[in-house]
């Protein structure tokens, strides 16, 4: 088996990587990271990802780190296998795509992940949820999902009426948003959640997300 992704399927990047794989329909083994024992803290995992996070994706002599780079690699070298994610044969859609995947990376993920962090993991830990942290970023997800409620108007999902990886980029925070008590932020935004309802129903989504876990007892 050639594709191995060091990391932990409850994880949000992990995650993002093992819903493309799926999307590729390609055969790929997960090796589980145990963070509680500090795994990923040792030389050995080191060697792989000098900043000590999950996941990485090794597929034959070349490592990567980064789930957002292991994505574009996976959808570039795979682009042949199921959905064309990156569409490599239309330029403009093509560029579309990177403008929505920056969108992602710069503007819904900074909103969003604190959210989901504070509700989620901060608990986890023993620790008391900063609301102040919360609500200063529910507000600015608002604002970003107004973005995303007119552009949905027109198009089917962001970068167009096609699946992209600028729309897989954001399952897995979306997934565990879903299960905050804000979860009305997509669900009075009709375009949005309509465009959530589509893609988090996607098969190879579905798969992984058996596994995200995170919060639940």
């Known amino acids: 088996m050639g594709v191995k992704v060091h990391g932990l399927a409850l994880s949000t990047c992990t995650s993002r990587v093992l819903t493309i794989l799926h999307e590729k329909g390609l055969d790929f083994e997960l090796l589980p990271v145990n963070l509680l ?21 090794e597929d034959g002599d070349l490592t990567l780190f980064e ?18 994610l990156i569409r490599h044969n239309h330029l403009n859609e093509a560029a579309l795509v990177k403008v929505w995947t920056e969108v992602e990376s710069q503007s819904f993920h900074p ?30 997800l608002a604002k970003v999902l107004d973005v995303y409620e007119a552009r949905l108007s027109s198009t089917k ?24 008590p804000w979860a009305s ?28 876990t995170l919060g639940q007892n």
Not at 37 to 57: D, R, S, T
Not at 193 to 208: C, H, L, M
């Open 157 to 180: 999902y962001l970068a167009g009426d096609f699946y992209s990886l600028a729309d897989l980029h954001h399952l897995p925070y979306t997934y565990y948003f879903m299960k905050t």
């Open 37 to 57: 024992a500090g795994e990923h803290k040792q030389p050995h995992f080191l060697a792989k990802n000098p900043f000590g996070q999950i996941p990485v994706l």
């Open 67 to 84: 789930s957002r780079a292991i994505t574009a690699y996976v959808a570039e070298k795979f682009k042949e296998n199921g959905v064309d």
């Open 111 to 140: 909103a969003i992940s604190p959210i989901v962090f504070q509700h989620i993991i901060v608990p986890m830990r023993g620790q008391t949820p900063d609301q102040a942290v919360i609500d200063a970023n529910l507000e600015k």
């Open 185 to 212: 932020l997509v669900n009075e935004r009709p375009h949005v959640k309509a465009w959530w309802e589509d893609i988090s129903s996607r098969p190879a989504f579905k798969k992984v997300a058996e596994a995200m």
